[in-house]
Nanobody, 120 residues
């Protein structure tokens, strides 16, 4: 069993910054790709950013140049540094990880989500 726990969400003014964290725990042998998604009210969940185990990153066009994804493999943790936040970034942010368990099964795990609200 694998658990992902996000933290770091909150209320921030436009132009401000937040840093999200997501820590994985449980029956983990290794973690492949990790990523962040978000879901705004009334909209479908959308992909935001991803990072491979080797550190290669990709971003959605809407956040490119403003958000930075990183990870600490020793801590099984992924981060999302969000700068120059806009009201349209308001959403529940979810982390996702492709985990290889100690039983050598590959599972896609999700966190419970953390609310980010950008408003003056």
């Amino acid at each position: 069993q694998v658990q992902l726990v996000e933290s770091g969400g909150g209320l921030v003014q436009p132009g401000g910054s937040l840093r999200l964290s997501c820590a994985a725990s449980g029956s983990i042998f290794s973690i492949n790709a990790m990523g962040w998604y978000r879901q705004a009210p009334g909209k479908q969940r959308e992909w935001v950013a991803a990072i491979t185990s080797g550190g290669s990153t990709k971003y959605a066009d809407s956040v490119k140049g403003r958000f930075t994804i990183s990870r600490d493999n020793a801590k099984n943790t992924v981060y999302l540094q969000m700068n120059s936040l806009k009201p349209e970034d308001t959403a529940v942010y979810y982390c996702n990880a492709e985990v290889v368990t100690v039983a050598r099964a590959t599972v896609s795990s999700w966190g419970q989500g953390t609310q980010v609200t950008v408003s003056s």
